[in-house]
């Protein structure tokens, strides 16, 4: 049993020693808080504005952000592209061969990534573009090294500057790694705390699209343990009222 228990945590210490690994600044903890729906629908406008031109999240239609958020049609319409209707998927416009040739790779669909990369990462990813001239774009980013997206919030954000370290190779000689990040020279149009709000809703969001039964799940809750208490209470007057006149042998 204590061989089983220090196997297991040998290994959960491996993976999650694998998770903060190889990157130049650490990850950033985002929380999500599914049950705030203005939040996400905040991360939705943000998501349409912002993303969906090169991205798609094809697995998910536009109805049933409407629904599960619980929008008004004015607020259902304000997410949909020219053309499209509610219950469309959200795919876009850019043609696959067009996006392979102005970025070098096709933009991924965004439906489940919160699941693969898990909300923390997209938190950082989105977050940590710095300024690197050397690059297609002009920019980098710290935890996915030459990425080919542009920095989509240099307006908001600014564009963050690099720290440099060398770093001893095996071999002796030695390179200049990524170590940390500088605020932008100047600055972005929205104050920190905004823009780092802004794509925390975003990034809640995301994890809403990864699991959308997940929010039913979490509204059927209350009404689940409602009816466990109800029940109980039922069965305890049942009990009370069989019990009634059965006389207990004396002991
Ligand atoms: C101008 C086009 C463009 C826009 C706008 C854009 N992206 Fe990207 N994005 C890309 C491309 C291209 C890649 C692929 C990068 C690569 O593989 O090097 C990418 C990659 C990503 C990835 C990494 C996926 C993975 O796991 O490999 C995420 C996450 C992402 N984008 C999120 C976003 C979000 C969120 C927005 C909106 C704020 C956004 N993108 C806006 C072009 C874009």
Request: hydrophobic residues 40%; contains cysteine.
């Amino acid at each position: 049993m204590i061989r089983a228990i220090f196997i297991i945590a040998s290994v959960m210490l491996a993976t999650a020693a694998q998770g903060s690994e190889g990157y130049a600044i650490p990850l950033q903890h985002v929380s999500v808080d599914l049950s705030d729906k203005a939040a996400l629908y905040r991360g939705a406008l943000t998501f349409q504005a912002q993303c969906a031109t090169c991205h798609t999240a094809k697995y998910m239609r536009y109805g049933r952000v409407a629904s599960d958020l619980h929008l008004s049609d004015d607020q259902a319409k304000a997410l949909l592209p020219p053309k499209l209707k509610l219950g469309d998927e959200m795919v876009n416009f850019m043609p696959a061969d067009y996006a392979k040739q102005v970025f070098g790779v096709e933009p991924p669909d965004l439906s489940l990534v919160a699941r693969v990369r898990g909300a923390d990462w997209l938190y950082t990813y989105l977050t940590s573009f710095y300024t690197d001239p050397t690059k297609r774009w002009g920019v980098n980013n710290a935890v996915f090294p030459d990425v080919n997206m542009p920095d989509v919030f240099a307006a908001e954000q600014g564009v963050q500057q690099p720290v440099y370290a060398d770093v001893k190779m095996p071999d002796g000689s030695t390179e200049k790694r990524l170590s940390g990040l500088k605020p932008p020279v100047i600055p972005g149009s929205l104050p920190p705390e905004e823009f780092n709000s802004m794509v925390k809703d975003l990034v809640s969001y995301m994890v809403y699209m990864s699991e959308p039964a997940k929010m039913q799940r979490m509204d059927y809750g209350p009404y689940v343990l409602g009816f466990i208490l109800f029940f109980t209470i039922l069965m305890f007057l049942l009990k009370k009222e069989y019990w009634r006149d059965i006389k207990q042998p004396e002991s």
